[in-house]
């Protein structure tokens, strides 16, 4: 199955949409910016087969002298990784700056040489290294292969151009790849490239959008592997897009240096890649609320916005300050209006979070702290011949920080006081393509500078790591400035590894069904590719959306793990002046929002533990259905539904106009109704119904949600009681984490972690709880047991202590030891002590279920 290539559709880019949007402002821009033309391989060139003339064992893997004058090595990092490098004479081994850990334990192996082939063995994997030509095989333990290198042409360099050829069958899917365009979550047939860019107004078929991960998981057989080409320069995929036989990737420079690692679940992939690359922080709980921003927000209006969230009462956490908060755009400066302290006071006392925008331009100013700072410690990118180069942002022409250098990362850090000094609690930097308007394609020539001696780097090189450095600067500044709080830093440009410093917004999406559809593929993928703390401007950036599309959009956006209302100047926007609050559409959209914001704050101890799930082991949070059913090959393709955790799958309402939809459920899994009960056999499709305000959602049976009451904020009310919304066949486990969600206090382990299990025992269900650390001084003091689909109790006991029936929801959740059976639903309510040493026992009446 072929997919038309971005490469073709790249050309046609220009789209109805994007030229209206601009027509009004800026009338030169007619298409989305992408970047020069690609570069391709020379075919003839790849061709040439190399052969192996030496093998030599080092201590982690082989050394190889190749026909070609380069060497290969072959490194084991673990039982299931390796990494491959081919080097030109003289050229050392390399680790860009996504490498977040470069010491790897040398895992036990065998080498073997016998008939032509160089055998690696650990536990997890054989490597085989044919001779002649070289080329490279993975198998797993069994002697299954699970990726070999296309034999026709190899890998090797074409000029400067490394590259890698493999093979590939119709049978395999890819996923990954960072951001990336389209309404398909699976890869194959695409052609992707990786140079980041200002994308304004991109549509689903754009090739370049702002972040580089050039990291995706091949799925074939059952079986997951991934594959990260670290490499900086702007790289290319052709998934399958010439033949269904092979795919490459190569890059227009630089090194040829890929890790490979096995699954053979894409859980084991993401987990080796994100110990290799680095995994998130722990997020602040704040920073999981709703946002709410505007570009050109006067100061009133986030004045009025907020407060209006709170007589509302519509939950949220945080205003953002776009680019209008600054004196003239000069970054590291207030305009009185934003910088008034009536302002910030405002907004403290209603228990918002804030966070402004920061670009890395320096207005070229004279007198102006920032450029003469950086002028006199030479801190700004160059052109060839060693002047400063100068390129247009928002504040006209200006400089551009050189954060390849220690020096001006830590002077980048050091100036977020002026912000944090008003109570900012988040930075989020954009334009760090970096954008440049008058520069060609939008950014700085490919020839200047970065770095000096033999750190120099072109931009060339370079041009995907400004958004990473500038990211890691950031991060720095809370280090230095707020050393025990987590850091929240929200960026444009990313490359490989930048989630250990920030989190990512799509950029300029559109008020398009489209986009609001494509998010659900890019977002799942982003997460796929070691990035979980992602989101896309609800309601779509540039345009503006109507009263269906906002409600279906906060419907998804509710569910986001980064969840922001974001949207265009009125400038760009056609016609009346619109607003893109959740009341500005109108008394049935509002409460739509409402719904569904609250849903998301009562979700929160779920999705808190879900993001504590990946800051240890990579797991997205938007996940594709095939991250937990890659066995069942009907979820490959599926782009249109998403798990939400480990237990909800949603099912929303992308298309304009549609009142129903189908589902497909997942094989192995009984699935839930979460709104009406009834339960479906996974392998199926359904058809429901979903009407404006109804956003189709599935549990797994046998999961136990973590939720609570609902907050206007995610500090409002110490977490006191925890509602265990439970969909029990026969036993439902979580391990629930808590801790102060704000501080680093958790490094010295002031956490809780708390196992809870739940079983059917032949005629009765039985509840326990097990602290398995205890050192975070908590507020819970009890859970309430919400067990769903179940018949009425007759009894409910711990030990010998008998629990009492009350009347109501409410009163079960304020009296510990009593329970509640909610007839109209098959809902059955017990309030367990968070100290209860016994186990729980429910007995039923007939002993039967509903
Ligand atoms: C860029 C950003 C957008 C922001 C605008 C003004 O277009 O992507 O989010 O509002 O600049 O700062």
Request: no cysteine; glycine share 8%.
């Amino acid at each position: 199955m072929h997919k038309p290539s971005k490469n073709i559709s790249r050309l046609v880019a220009t789209t109805a949409i994007a030229a209206s949007i601009f027509a009004a402002q800026a009338p030169n821009v007619l298409a989305v910016t992408q970047p020069h033309p690609d570069k391709e391989l020379n075919q003839e060139a790849v061709k040439k087969q190399l052969q192996v003339e030496g093998v030599q064992q080092v201590e982690n893997g082989v050394k190889l002298d190749l026909s070609s004058d380069q060497t290969a090595f072959i490194r084991l990092f673990s039982e299931d990784m390796a990494k491959i490098s081919i080097l030109n004479d003289g050229e050392e081994e390399y680790f860009s700056e996504a490498i977040a850990k470069k010491e790897w334990d040398t895992p036990s192996f065998d080498v073997k040489e016998q008939n032509g082939e160089i055998t690696l063995t650990t536990n997890e994997i054989t490597v085989k290294i044919k001779k002649e030509p070289f080329g490279i095989k993975f198998l797993d333990k069994k002697g299954n292969v699970i990726n070999e290198d296309y034999m026709k042409n190899g890998s090797g360099y074409d000029g400067e151009k490394p590259y890698v050829y493999k093979k590939t069958n119709e049978n395999e899917a890819f996923y990954g790849f960072g951001e990336q365009g389209g309404l398909e979550v699976n890869q194959r047939g695409e052609s992707i490239g990786m140079f980041n860019t200002d994308a304004y107004g991109y549509q689903p078929n754009t090739k370049y959008l702002y972040t580089s991960i050039p990291f995706f998981i091949g799925l074939k057989n059952d079986k997951a592997y991934g594959i990260f080409f670290d490499n900086t320069n702007r790289s290319y995929f052709e998934m399958a897009s010439e033949s269904d036989d092979y795919y490459y990737f190569y890059a227009d420079d630089g090194k040829l240096n890929y890790y490979f690692m096995y699954g053979p679940e894409i859980e084991d992939v993401l987990d080796s890649y994100t110990n290799l690359t680095g995994k998130i922080d722990k997020p602040a709980k704040w920073t999981l609320g709703l946002h709410q921003s505007k570009w050109e927000y006067s100061a009133e209006d986030i004045e009025r916005v907020a407060e209006t969230y709170r007589e509302k009462n519509i939950p949220i956490d945080t205003m953002h300050f776009d680019i209008d908060y600054m004196d003239e755009y000069r970054v590291f400066t207030w305009s009185d209006k934003f910088g008034s302290e009536a302002l910030h006071q405002k907004l403290d006392d209603m228990n918002f979070h804030k966070i402004t925008i920061n670009d890395p331009a320096v207005k070229k100013d004279p007198g102006y702290f920032m450029y003469d700072e950086g002028t006199a410690n030479d801190y700004w990118a160059k052109n060839p011949d060693g002047t400063n180069f100068v390129g247009k942002v928002w504040p006209g022409d200006s400089m551009f920080p050189d954060f390849s250098k220690p020096e001006v990362r830590e002077w980048w850090a050091t100036k977020h006081n002026i912000l944090f000094d008003k109570g900012i609690d988040g930075i989020w930097n954009d334009m760090n393509e970096p954008a440049v308007f008058d520069g060609p394609y939008h950014t700085m020539p490919l020839d200047v500078t970065f770095g000096e001696g033999e750190n120099k780097r072109t931009h060339a090189e370079y041009h995907n790591l400004y958004g990473h450095d500038e990211a890691e600067a950031t991060y720095k500044a809370f280090e230095k400035y707020k050393p025990n709080t987590r850091p929240f830093v929200l960026t444009r440009d990313m490359y490989a590894g930048s989630q250990r410093y920030a989190a990512l917004w799509t950029g300029d999406n559109v008020s398009e069904w489209d986009h609001l559809q494509m998010s659900i593929p890019m977002n799942t993928n982003i997460g796929l590719s070691g990035v979980p703390f992602v989101g896309n401007d609800i309601g779509g950036f540039a345009g503006r959306p109507d009263a269906e599309m906002f409600a279906r959009w906060i419907e998804v956006g509710a569910f986001l793990p980064f969840s922001r209302i974001h949207y265009d100047s009125d400038k760009k926007a056609e016609g009346e002046k619109q607003g893109q609050e959740p009341w500005a559409f109108g008394q049935e959209v509002e409460d739509i929002s409402k719904k569904y914001v609250e849903m998301r704050y009562k979700l929160m101890p779920y999705l808190y533990n879900t993001f504590i799930d990946a800051s240890e082991n990579g797991t997205p949070v938007q996940q594709p259905l095939v991250y937990q059913f890659q066995e069942d090959e009907n979820t490959h393709n599926i782009s249109d539904q998403f798990m939400f955790g480990s237990s909800m799958m949603l099912a929303p309402v992308v298309k304009q106009g549609q009142t129903e939809r189908d589902v497909y459920l997942p094989e192995g899994e009984t699935w839930v109704d979460y709104w009406t009960g009834e339960e479906y056999e996974g392998g199926q499709t359904i058809h429901t119904n979903a009407q404006l305000d109804h956003l189709p959602i599935y549990v797994k049976k046998d999961s136990m949600i973590p939720t609570r009451e609902v907050q206007q904020y995610t500090g409002e009310k110490p977490l006191e009681n925890l509602v265990l919304d439970t969909y029990l066949d026969e036993k439902a486990t979580y391990s629930f984490y808590e801790d102060d969600g704000a501080t680093l206090d958790y490094k010295d382990g002031e956490y809780n972690i708390t196992d809870l299990v739940i079983q059917r025992k032949g005629k009765h269900i039985e509840f326990k709880t097990k602290k398995q650390a205890t050192g975070y001084n908590t507020a819970l003091d009890s859970y309430t047991l919400k067990l769903n689909g179940e018949a009425a109790p007759k009894k409910v006991q711990a030990a010998r202590a008998k629990y009492n029936q009350v009347t109501s929801v409410e009163e079960v959740k304020s009296n510990q030891e009593s329970y509640f059976y909610d007839e109209e639903n098959n809902s059955l309510y017990v309030n367990v002590p968070a100290d209860e040493k016994h186990k729980i026992k429910i007995f039923f009446k007939g002993n039967k279920r509903k």
